[in-house]
């Protein structure tokens, strides 16, 4: 008798299908592999000390610091491990316990059967002015339906149209200079009935803009200022467009300046939840969110971001990342933006696992493949 230690990334359903498990246990004893870390704020001792037992009783467990026993502090953090089976059961538990553990139970069922898209799209980046940060996705007029037309050989599901960088430092175009950078591609790629071939999103927070590209075929506004004007809440809902929203600290010319957040992870959640709220009061029935990586966030912040995605997967919308040779990889490395796409691979595929189910790139083919291979890899188990 031998035994060999699997991956915690198995699917470990079908493991257990192959073991000719009965099938009213599979559920339960895939839940019970499935760990999971929670990080609580601020903690009143008492719940502190009344979630400690509660998750020993059936086999989970409460981190907390030294003295909480003995309420050394009136307040504390704390770290839940637990696998699906003890979260509906301390979901339940909870609702009846007093310290505030009511609003902790509400919390965690927002986290229970929560999923990871089963695949991953790719979003084609292309720039119609020549101030962009990568010089290579920069395209005018016939040369941008070109290359439109070999991301979408090469694996793209979406392209992403945008006449203004936002890098950092960048400043803003008038709303009529901008429709002139990217009409003539508009244009074209409607002539042609390009929508009907892939998804058109146009990157733009400019009402005229959005209203142009709507009229021709395009069906996503990707805003990165997270749909703070009202207006462009209106176009989305009225041509039933779908949202991208973007957080973004201040604006592209400052954003970068000492960007500090009191937790990156609920500051963020936070926007999203609000965001949310005010996109279903215009009627905008399709989200997607996108975390920001680069806008006005450290490399702290974005590493942080990229290794806890999977924590916005509770809204139960898909999850954009767009760190295609961003600085981040930089300053790991030490590298330039034409030297960075390895370094873009490996942040986008441990995207791609942590729950993004949108990698908005500049290299489609690479991506592409790729993730063919890390896809095949995962149903080898």
């Not at 041509?239 to 957040?261: E, F, L």
């Not at 933006?337 to 908005?360: E, K, M, Q, W, Y």
């Amino acid at each position: 008798m031998n035994l060999y230690k699997l991956s915690n990334d198995i699917d470990i359903k079908k493991y257990l299908k192959e073991l000719h498990v009965d099938i009213g246990g599979i559920n339960i004893l895939a839940s019970k592999a499935q760990c999971q870390i929670f990080f609580i704020t601020h903690m009143h001792v008492g719940a502190a000390n009344i979630l400690k037992q509660d998750a020993l009783s059936i086999g989970a467990d409460l981190a907390v610091p030294k003295g909480t026993v003995t309420a050394y502090e009136p307040y504390v953090d704390a770290l839940l491990i637990a696998n699906e089976r003890h979260l509906k059961i301390l979901a339940k538990k909870e609702l009846t316990q007093p310290f505030g553990l009511k609003d902790v139970a509400t919390q965690l069922k927002q986290f229970i059967n929560m999923q990871k898209p089963k695949q991953t799209q790719l979003m084609g980046i292309i720039n119609a002015n020549d101030d962009s940060f990568f010089e290579a996705s920069r395209f005018k007029d016939a040369k941008a339906v070109g290359k439109v037309y070999e991301m979408i050989e090469d694996g793209a599901s979406i392209i992403d149209i945008g006449g203004v960088s936002s890098r950092p430092g960048s400043l803003a175009v008038d709303a009529n200079e901008e429709l002139e950078r990217i009409k003539p591609i508009v244009d074209i790629l409607y002539k042609k009935s390009l929508y009907e071939q892939v998804k058109l999103s146009i990157d733009s927070y400019e009402p005229k803009v959005i209203s142009y590209v709507l009229e021709r075929g395009f069906s996503i506004v990707n805003d990165i200022t997270g749909l703070q004007n009202d207006s462009v809440c209106r176009l989305c809902a009225t041509y039933g467009a779908t949202a991208v929203i973007m957080h973004m600290q201040k604006n592209p010319q400052v954003m970068q300046q000492s960007p500090y957040y009191e937790n990156i992870i609920l500051d963020i959640d936070n926007f999203f939840t609000a965001q949310i709220q005010k996109a279903k009061q215009f009627g905008i029935k399709d989200i997607i969110l996108d975390v920001g990586i680069g806008f006005g966030k450290t490399l702290q912040h974005n590493t942080a971001l990229i290794n806890n995605l999977t924590h916005f997967l509770h809204f139960n919308k898909p999850l954009l990342i767009g760190a295609s040779r961003k600085s981040m990889i930089g300053d790991i490395t030490k590298t330039d933006v034409s030297d960075r796409l390895p370094g873009t691979l490996a942040l986008h595929l441990r995207a791609a696992n942590h729950g993004a189910s949108i990698l908005r790139v500049h290299d489609v083919y690479e991506h592409y493949q790729a993730l063919q291979v890390d896809e095949y890899l995962k149903n080898a188990n």
